[in-house]
T-cell receptor
């Protein structure tokens, strides 16, 4: 079974530029999450989708971050314009619809903002 | 409030020593789930174990064992006879049953096993 796929693995941009990250969850997983992990910290939830609907985006900085999950499969997370403090690893995770299961994570996209 | 505390930021042990990683949680849910994940230098979070709040049996898997104590809200993780490949950051996480079933992660414990 293929795991969660993310791209790009690494991205370096200058502040005020834009960037987009892509995630393809495990086939059949209804729930998709985007987490931000700053160096030395635990993952912080940015947004959670159930199929193509948003379940929780309360911690998403909506003035600069946006995310979509068209057709309820893959998802894109965009940052525009980027700030220095956005430097982090952006982790995508997916899980089946059942509420008790573990999350399956991708390898992450490491963003450096200069 | 839902919260996970991993008080140990960094631990170093010599290979073959045993090491215990502590995890303390807070939740208002009566039913919840606890998890441990391993994050090696490659970055991917690897699932290790899930435990539900009604199952306080300790679990052993090879060199890994987990001690869940509801009375102290702790879910500690022990690695026996540590190996260099165990070097990673370990995260404890809590999943409740409301508000979107969010995962709450601790801040992680960085384990270094010295050969």
């Amino acid at each position: 079974e293929a795991g969660v796929a993310q791209s790009p693995r690494y991205k370096i941009i200058e502040k005020r530029q834009s960037v987009a990250f892509w995630c393809n969850p495990i086939s059949g997983h209804a729930t998709l999450y985007w987490y931000q992990q700053i160096l030395g910290q635990g993952p912080k939830l940015l947004i959670q989708f159930q199929n193509n609907g948003v379940v929780d985006d309360s911690q998403l900085p909506k003035d600069r971050f946006s995310a979509e999950r068209l057709k309820g499969v893959d998802s894109t997370l965009k940052i525009q314009p980027a700030k220095l403090e956005d430097s982090a690893v952006y982790l995508c995770a997916s899980s089946p619809a059942r509420v008790t299961g573990e999350l399956f994570f991708g390898e992450g996209s490491r963003l450096t903002v200069l | 409030a839902q919260k996970v505390t991993q008080a140990q930021t960094e631990i170093s042990v010599v290979e073959k020593e045993d090491v215990t990683l502590d995890c303390v949680y807070e939740t208002r849910d009566t039913t919840y789930y606890l998890f441990w994940y391993k994050q090696p230098p490659s970055g991917e979070l690897v699932f290790l174990i899930r435990r539900n709040s009604f199952d306080e049996q300790n679990e052993i898997s090879g060199r890994y064992s987990w001690n869940f104590q509801k009375s102290t809200s702790s879910f500690n993780f022990t690695i026996t006879a540590s190996q260099v490949v165990d070097s990673a950051v370990y995260f404890c996480a809590l999943r409740g049953l409301h508000a979107g079933n969010q995962f709450y992660f601790g801040t992680g414990t960085s384990l270094t096993v010295i050969p």
